[in-house]
């Protein structure tokens, strides 16, 4: 221990933009490498405890039934859920990352405010945040990918474009569901309350499982409303090679509206939160 | 306004209909430790959060390292190091990695990023820390490791909300050393306290807010001149029995404060006044001759105690 002065400052630019959001994401990784074995156990369980239970298990009672195979379009069942599975995982990841992670920040581990203090802006702050949950989306949708071939459940190479729909799909969900959070002041439940009423009705009832035509009437808007029954329309039509250009541009659009309109928010809710 | 690192004028801070900053002027000059001194709720913490470029100001002027907050945020707060009241630390990362983090988000190098961290962990006494995560650091540990980590950008002006508040004496001590070498190194230092000691230990210069106002303002030697006597005699009582005692001993000090179980005599001489109050047939439990402090300004100007 000396007292010798510390270096002489050197003016550095100021980041802007993308190079100052990138600067989260590379703090946001740094954090995630420390658990990230956890999650990549995980990110092979759930599709494997998924495919085995519908794919297999449910799939081997209706693969017999023709009018099964009507609604399949032929292809063999586990073939049509696959993909429309790989969505419903972009979707729950993205809603577990953008929910207690987000709120934490704010209120238990006050990382945000910390960086609030850098050059970094809110605006840059919450980008970071956003393009690391694709990351993530991404990285997990990859191993998903891996277990369905292993399953022998793809159909051509027409996944690959389903893995970038399915990360659309989860990217659209969650950049509304991450500004809500980050309006949150307290858990009080909220969470739980969309998880129960938003996630898993938007799971059962996007087309998943079955076409949402089968659904009663009245109860189809809500699942055009739905993000995932656009990115599940997108990753199945991409995953079995029917996808039709005008419905898919129209789903398409509809993602990326979402996603607009939730990143919009989002960096609005950073804003307001960090410079009361 | 040539190196004044921070002016103000008239500045406010409104929250909704509570105003916490109430029109304030302020100079900061390059190599001075300025101190906040008021209790909790003075407009202390705000107005460093305007100055630290993370709070708009709801009026007034401000200016921070020659520019305007409200328009290049970014470019001033890459100047400055921020030690917040609450440690925002990632705490479940390792210290090292703490100090890394932070440093990227300045735009640095990693090679820069490193070399820094290690000299700041050497500064602050942390190095056979570095792996450990911020969770099993002590109190004193991770206040040291925040102070590091707002020094990484080698910044011009550092603000520091209550550096010491929650500490116990011998980790205060350390803290203090740490800033007492960085005021010695030329680096400008903004502190907030409710610790009087501390504003006397470290400040060259002073205000004392109280309800969002400056109400007083010099070195701390000035002010203790200015608004208060040499020395001051403490009697000490069982409480409520200092009632009645106040009014027979007001002629032996210029003035005198009543608190729930003491009275303060301000006299130029304590033994003086002690002595006298013994003949008056005045019986405390204990008492006490001492010089004025900071306290002794803050009760005067406010009529209240400033850790109650």
Redesign the interface.
Same mark, same amino acid.
């Given at each position: 221990m000396t007292g010798t002065p510390m270096t002489i400052p050197a003016r550095r630019p100021v980041l802007t933009g993308w190079a100052a959001a990138l600067r989260v994401v590379e703090g946001l990784w740094t954090w995630y490498r420390r658990s990230w074995r956890a999650t990549v156990v995980s990110s092979f369980v759930q599709p494997l405890l998924m495919l085995v239970a519908f794919g297999v298990g449910f799939g081997s009672l209706i693969d017999t039934s023709a009018r099964a195979a009507l609604a399949t379009g032929g292809v063999p069942y586990l073939t049509y859920l696959a993909p429309a599975l790989l969505a419903v995982s972009a979707v729950q990841t993205a809603a577990f990352e953008s929910s207690y992670p987000i709120l934490s920040s704010f209120k238990w581990r006050r990382t945000y405010e910390g960086i609030a203090a850098t050059p970094i802006t809110p605006g840059q702050l919450a980008g970071g945040q956003l393009t690391w949950i694709a990351l993530r989306l991404t990285m997990s949708g990859g191993a998903y990918l891996l277990v369905i071939t292993l399953f022998g459940a793809v159909h051509g190479p027409g996944v690959l474009a389903s893995w970038v729909f399915a990360v659309l799909c989860g990217m659209a969900f969650s950049a509304v569901f991450v500004a809500f959070s980050a309006a949150q002041e307290h858990e009080g439940g909220a969470f739980t309350a969309i998880f129960r009423f938003v996630v898993l009705p938007m799971t059962l009832f996007s087309g998943t499982f079955f076409p949402i035509s089968q659904l009663p009437s009245a109860v189809q808007p809500l699942a055009w409303v739905s993000p995932l029954w656009h990115g599940t329309e997108l990753a199945r039509g991409a995953a079995l090679g029917d996808l039709q250009l005008i419905p898919a541009a129209g789903h398409i659009a509809y993602l990326l509206g979402l996603l607009v309109v939730g990143v919009w928010l989002s960096r609005w809710q950073f804003r307001v939160r960090l410079t009361r | 306004m040539s190196d004044s690192l921070v002016q103000a004028r008239g500045l406010r801070k409104r929250?909704g209909a509570f105003e916490a900053v109430r029109g304030i002027d302020i100079d900061v000059w390059a190599g001075e430790v300025f101190g906040f001194l008021g209790p909790n709720g003075a407009g202390k913490s705000s107005t460093m959060r305007m100055i630290?470029c993370?709070?708009?100001r709801s009026d007034g002027e401000l200016q921070v390292l020659g520019m305007d907050p409200d328009i290049d945020?970014?470019?001033i707060?890459?100047? &400055?190091g921020?030690v #917040?009241q609450?440690d925002?630390?990632?705490?479940?990362?390792s210290v090292r990695?703490n100090l890394?983090?932070?440093g990227?988000?300045?735009?640095?190098s990693r090679a820069a990023v490193r070399a820094?961290a290690a000299?700041l962990l050497?500064?602050v006494?942390l190095t056979d820390r570095a792996t450990d995560p911020v969770e099993q650091l002590s109190g004193g540990m991770k206040r040291r490791l925040t102070i590091a980590?707002s &020094?990484v950008?080698? #910044?011009?002006l550092i603000l520091l909300d209550e550096p010491t508040t929650g500490l116990d004496p011998q980790a205060r001590h350390l803290v203090w050393d740490r800033l007492f070498?960085l005021k010695?190194?030329?680096v400008t230092l903004l502190i907030t306290t409710h610790y009087m000691d501390e504003a006397e230990q470290l400040c060259d210069r002073l205000v004392v807010m109280d309800g969002g106002l400056i109400v007083a303002e010099g070195a701390p030697r000035e002010l203790i001149a200015q608004y208060s006597t040499r020395e001051v005699l403490e009697l000490r009582f069982a409480p409520g029995a200092q009632r009645g005692w106040r009014e027979a001993l007001s002629d032996l000090a210029h003035w005198v404060e009543e608190l729930s179980d003491r009275l303060l005599l301000y006299a130029a001489d304590g033994e003086a006044a002690l002595a006298a109050a013994h003949r008056r047939g005045v019986q405390p439990t204990s008492t006490l001759v001492r010089r004025s402090t900071l306290e002794d300004v803050f009760l005067r100007l406010t009529g209240r105690s400033l850790v109650d």
């Open positions: - | 929250f630290g993370v709070s708009p945020g970014p470019r707060r890459a100047r &400055l921020v #917040p609450q925002n630390l990632d705490i479940e990362l990695d890394h983090i932070y990227r988000y300045f735009g640095m820094k000299e050497d500064f006494q980590r &020094l950008n080698d #910044p011009e070498r010695q190194q030329g």
